[in-house]
């Protein structure tokens, strides 16, 4: 039998917000999604990502290694020892709900013996002042289940009315 997605949570912005945060998650799945569809209030905003355990690790134990493409240009960037995962600042975003999709992938995330993977992959619309497409590779260094996850924005940016955050738990066959 294939593995399926059951939604955990799902959150619908009426109104700005600076963080969006899912806690006390389940350690019933196999892994976690993370769906966010929307923006930020300012064109080319990344947004920010910890994760932990009954509190949010704040400590330099986030590493990543992104490649993105946008018409016209392609790179690279890695960043280790961080204080967070930055989520695709090459990439950037729309102020307009909708013209941007980041999938986030956290694998064995309740597994208590082994550090923590993500991959993500994040798509801008075309009509965007910084249209493309990314997709990385994340490290949290710690053994800990997650069941506390947080998004930030950058600087005094904020998420958008409208946008939406829904996470999924995958369990197996």
Known sequence: MPATYEPIATQTLSTSA?????????????????????????TGAAFL?????????????????D????????GSTRQSNS???NIFSNVGSS?????????????NYSNTTTNKTMIARANSAPST??????????LWRSTAAINTIRLLRQSTDTFITGSTFTLY???AA
């Open 18 to 42: 600076t963080e969006i945060n899912f806690t006390s998650i389940s350690g019933a799945y196999t892994d976690l999604v993370l769906v966010c569809n929307g923006g930020m209030s300012r």
């Open 49 to 65: 990502m910890r994760v932990g355990n009954g509190s949010i690790d704040s400590g330099s134990n986030y590493s990543e290694t």
């Open 67 to 74: 490649l993105y493409g946008t018409g016209s240009a392609a």
């Open 83 to 85: 204080t967070w995962w």
């Open 95 to 107: 102020t307009t709900a909708g013209e941007n999709t980041f999938i986030m992938q956290i694998m």
């Open 129 to 138: 002042p910084y249209p493309g497409t990314a997709a990385g590779v994340f």
């Open 169 to 171: 738990g995958i369990k």
